[in-house]
């Protein structure tokens, strides 16, 4: 009990003095280790669920960008989000395609892209 306790206090005060871009690298870098790890595991008993279940969280992440980006009061250079969105769309796409037809390597280029945002956004 004395664990879960610190480990709570611990989520708490990195969630309070985290940065939004840290977070949102955090973010994408779990989706990406998640999928990663499906993907090695492919032939587990429990993967179509552990993959919906990563897919659809993908999802949530990449629409909060969409989101953001909207914004009228969104800071980044116009050409940049374009560039963002546009990753958005073929994420999307190419979500929808592994939940169709679900493939390992379907999941690669959805890894890559989010490590690489990722890094972009560490930087």
């Known amino acids: 009990m004395y664990a879960a ?7 708490t005060v990195q969630k309070t003095t985290t940065s939004g871009r840290a977070i949102e690298a955090m973010a994408l870098s779990r989706s990406a280790h ?6 090695n595991n492919w032939d587990s008993p ?5 993959l919906d279940a990563a897919l659809r969280n993908n ?4 629409s909060i960008f969409q989101g ?3 914004q009228a009061d969104n800071p980044l250079p116009k050409k940049l989000k374009q560039d963002i ?8 796409k190419r979500t929808f395609e ?4 679900p493939a390992p390597e379907k999941l690669n280029i959805i890894i890559s892209l989010n490590l690489n945002l990722a890094a972009g956004l560490r930087a």
């Not at 429990?46 to 552990?50: A, Y």
């Not at 592994?98 to 037809?101: I, P, R």
């Open 98 to 101: 592994v939940m169709a037809e």
């Open 5 to 11: 306790q610190q480990l709570e206090a611990y989520n």
């Open 34 to 39: 998640r999928l990663t790890e499906i993907k």
């Open 68 to 70: 953001e980006l909207m």
């Open 59 to 62: 999802l949530r992440i990449w």
């Open 46 to 50: 429990d993967r179509e669920g552990k």
């Open 85 to 92: 969105l546009s990753l958005s769309a073929f994420i999307d």
